[in-house]
């Protein structure tokens, strides 16, 4: 006998589509993954626009107006962001490594992932309100770079991004034609 799947609760399609090895039909599971960069610019209201690849697959992701967004994990000097669904999986991989540990270590790496983070609206044109406390997680100035991670994206000071000691070739590449693009320094302005 099957379970009853919620069909709008993303964490039950994908619990179901896992233990049968197939979704429902009709179910919304999405496998959207996150590709791409980009550099965008916050506006003199403090509002800044998610890359059209980031939104779409937000959007697939049944998260089209909403996203979740926090300081960057393992102390990156950044922003991350991702929707519900993966909020969801990211509680239960947590859960599953932890179990009924109430460790000071576990509550700390709990609010480390959960505690900081904010749901933030979008508007129909792709943008949010960048508040003043996420933009000091993630030292962010008046230019936003925009990197996806398959089940996320993050968004970095792009001088911050480019100074990283161990940034790889393909990266550095990225960051620097589109600073060039948009008459940018490829050093950090004073």
């Known amino acids: 006998m099957r379970a009853k799947v919620d069909r709008n609760d993303p964490a039950t399609s994908l619990r179901n589509a896992t233990s049968t090895g197939f979704p429902e039909r009709g179910d919304a599971v999405s496998e959207a993954l996150f590709f791409g960069h980009g550099l965008n610019v916050v506006d003199s209201k403090s509002r800044l626009s998610i890359p059209a690849s980031l939104r779409s697959t937000l959007a697939a992701r049944g998260s089209a107006r909403e996203v979740l967004m926090g300081p960057g994990h393992n102390n990156r000097p950044c922003l991350i962001a991702y929707?519900?669904?993966?909020?969801?999986?990211?509680?239960?991989?947590?859960?599953?490594?932890?179990?009924?540990?109430?460790?000071?270590?576990?509550?700390?790496?709990?609010?480390?992932?959960?505690?900081?983070?904010?749901?933030?609206?979008?508007?129909?044109?792709?943008?949010?309100?960048?508040?003043?406390l996420l933009r000091s997680y993630g030292d962010l100035g008046n230019h936003v770079w925009f990197i996806a991670g398959f089940n996320y994206f993050e968004l970095w000071d792009p001088w911050t991004f480019l100074a990283q000691p161990n940034l790889k070739p393909q990266h550095r590449k990225a960051i620097l034609l589109n600073l060039e693009a948009r008459g940018l320094p490829l050093e950090r302005p004073a």
């Open 83 to 132: 929707d519900k669904g993966e909020a969801l999986r990211m509680r239960d991989r947590f859960q599953a490594k932890h179990g009924m540990d109430t460790s000071n270590d576990v509550y700390d790496e709990n609010a480390e992932l959960a505690g900081y983070m904010e749901e933030i609206s979008i508007d129909e044109a792709g943008r949010f309100v960048l508040n003043p």
